[in-house]
């Protein structure tokens, strides 16, 4: 059973919100196909501390941040294209950092199509050559950027909007994480609260998040 999440849902502290994120599938409607990841990686972020965006005060760029809960705040990550939506209280929000594809009902008969459009949308690129492969589908969504390019997500269509059920929701099926892991966030500069755990990652999909928890390194 699905149930459409509205502004409900992100009108709650930001760790509740990413942690409850997990196991949500966000749905974007493309050329009239539904593009689909479950969600299995979150960040939270606080106006409060010094690695959130609203830490930096309102701007034109940032003015989502300042709006409220449901309102959906796009932003260029290296270039590329990062989704993140407002939770309660004033320049709090979540970052979807990692998905994986989903498949149901309502893409089961497009399967091989969306998968393919997904890849179509983000494939590997050599940086020396230019060549283009195909990324494994369960890598098209390990990375804020790689969700966004493979489901078709842009900056300047939903960036300081409230999501539309018709072509861009949220969705509950159901499905909650046996084991969550949480940990500090990925990509943020020393100095700036970057020993925070407010990182949330679905333990079953750990290997297919943007970073591994679970990998120890050797020395």
């Known amino acids: 059973m699905r149930t459409w999440l509205d502004e409900n849902f992100f009108d709650r502290d930001a760790m509740v919100v990413a942690k409850d994120l997990l196991g949500k599938v966000l749905r974007h409607k493309v050329a009239g196909m539904w593009l689909s990841a479950q969600i299995i990686e979150a960040e939270a972020y606080y106006l409060a501390e010094k690695a959130s965006h609203s830490s930096l005060g309102y701007s034109e760029s940032r003015k989502a941040l300042f709006m409220p ?7 260029y990550a290296r270039g590329q294209d990062s989704f993140n939506t407002c939770c309660k209280g004033e320049g709090n929000a979540v970052l979807f950092k990692a998905g994986i594809p989903y498949v149901d009902d309502l893409s089961e008969n497009a399967k091989n199509r969306m998968i393919k459009q997904m890849q179509e949308y ?4 050599n940086l020396k050559t230019g060549e283009k492969r195909i990324r494994p589908a369960n890598k098209l969504c390990s990375g804020q950027t790689l969700l966004c390019r493979s489901l078709g997500l842009k900056v300047p269509r939903w960036r300081a909007k409230p999501y539309d059920p018709t072509q861009l929701r949220l969705e509950d099926t159901g499905y909650r994480p046996a084991d969550i892991i949480q ?3 990925l990509g943020i500069p020393k100095g700036r609260d970057e020993h925070l755990p407010y990182r949330f990652i679905d333990k079953r999909y750990a290997k297919d ?4 928890p679970l990998l120890v390194k050797r020395k």
Request: hydrophobic share 30%.
């Open 69 to 75: 809960a449901g309102t959906i705040y796009m932003y």
């Open 122 to 125: 983000n494939p590997v690129i």
């Open 183 to 185: 940990t500090s966030r």
């Open 209 to 212: 998040c943007t970073q591994n």
